[in-house]
């Protein structure tokens, strides 16, 4: 059973940064895709970035050139560092597991297609 952990939430002033952690265990596809989504209040989750099996790294629009996901094999870790945070851009950010990974019309990814989750860390952002 796929089990992913997030953790590095926090709360970041406009600007800032955070790098988000997730571990995965239970893990033995490796065909599958590991990505990171996030969910404001009251809207949609969508995702943030995602690794391919092969390696691709595909962003959502809005936060290219912004964020970085990487992955640490050995620690079975996947990571996501958030530079330049808006104050738009609080919400539970997910790790999840399975893929592929699509972009839906907003340039964000879509979560339908990912299908192990974890609990979610919190990331807030004040201006």
């Known amino acids: 059973q796929v089990q992913l952990v997030e953790s590095g939430g926090g709360s970041v002033q406009a600007g800032g940064s955070l790098r988000l952690s997730c571990v995965a265990s239970?893990?033995?596809?490796?065909?599958?895709?590991l990505g990171w989504f996030r969910q404001a209040p009251g809207k949609d989750r969508a995702g943030v970035a995602a690794i391919e099996n092969e390696g691709k790294i595909s962003y959502a629009h809005s936060v290219k050139g912004r964020f970085t996901i990487s992955q640490d094999n050995a620690k079975n870790t996947l990571y996501l560092e958030m530079d330049g945070l808006k104050p738009e851009e609080p919400a539970l950010y997910y790790c999840?597991?399975?893929?592929?990974?699509?972009?839906?019309?907003?340039?964000?990814?879509?979560?339908?297609?990912?299908?192990?989750w974890g609990q979610g860390t919190q990331v807030t952002v004040s201006s």
């Open positions: 999840a597991a399975e893929g592929p990974w699509y972009y839906a019309e907003d340039g964000a990814g879509e979560p339908t297609s990912f299908g192990y």
């Open positions: 239970g893990y033995t596809e490796h065909s599958y895709c």
